[in-house]
């Protein structure tokens, strides 16, 4: 089967920057994708890292270790707008062809 | 371009009541998910489909669920009877083929009395 852990609530300051961690087990894990969700609204994708390393879109980032097990996501500037739930999500067995999510962050960005 | 439509947005019934929800998706993508999505949870695959064909429907309670993508294109889901537990917000999502990004639709939160 799979996992994921990501802490459930964050909070931080506008402004700011925050990360968001993911540890999950797969089998066949092929890759690790970021979405995010605003109260009421669809998910979003944000970003997907295959390899290990970063990815940089704009003010959001994404981490992968493939050895660790271990990815996150890195918000710099925050924005109020920023207050949503993350979800990361492993992709298994021919890249977004299968995709479990994990139980979401839900951040909470304050002036 | 339109994005995932869906309908209706809202749903509330009665328990052993029959629902639907129809999906339709981004013109020319050929893969087609539903999701359910519990408060506070990520989003659960129920099935998937490769044009008109489902791929993936292993988590797909088939004894009250079903599915259909008759001409590849639109879907619908349905729940025969519903049950209390599957009130939840019943997302479908598309991508150009399984390889792609998926895009959500905004969702049909279901209510079951």
């Known amino acids: 089967g799979q996992s994921l852990e990501q802490p459930s609530e964050v909070t931080a300051v506008e402004g700011a920057i925050v990360q968001i961690n993911c540890t999950y087990q797969t089998s066949g894990f092929y890759g690790l994708s970021w979405y995010q969700q605003h109260d009421g609204g669809a998910p979003t994708f944000l970003s997907y890292n295959g390899l290990d390393g970063l990815e940089e879109t704009g003010r959001f980032s994404s981490f992968l270790s493939r050895s660790d097990s271990y990815g996150y996501l890195l918000l710099q500037e925050l924005q109020m707008k920023d207050s949503a739930s993350y979800f990361c999500?492993?992709?298994?067995?021919?890249?977004?062809?299968?995709?479990?999510f994990g139980t979401g962050t839900k951040l909470q960005v304050i002036p | 371009e339109a994005g995932v439509v869906q309908s209706p947005r809202y749903k509330i019934i009665e328990k052993k009541q029959p629902v639907a929800f129809w999906c339709n998706p981004i013109?020319?993508?050929?893969?087609l998910y539903w999701y359910l999505q519990n408060l506070g949870q990520g989003p659960e695959l129920l099935i998937r489909y490769e044009n008109e064909e489902a791929v993936d429907d292993s988590q797909l309670p088939k004894d009250r669920f079903s599915a259909e993508r008759l001409k590849g294109v639109d879907s619908t889901l349905k729940i025969q009877p519903a049950e209390l537990g599957d009130s939840a917000v019943y997302l479908c999502?598309?991508?150009?083929?399984?390889?792609?990004?998926?895009?959500f639709g905004p969702g049909t939160r279901l209510t079951v009395l």
């Open positions: 999500a492993v992709n298994r067995a021919g890249g977004y062809q299968k995709v479990t």
């Open positions: 999502a598309s991508s150009l083929t399984s390889d792609n990004e998926q895009f």
């Open positions: 013109s020319g993508h050929n893969t």
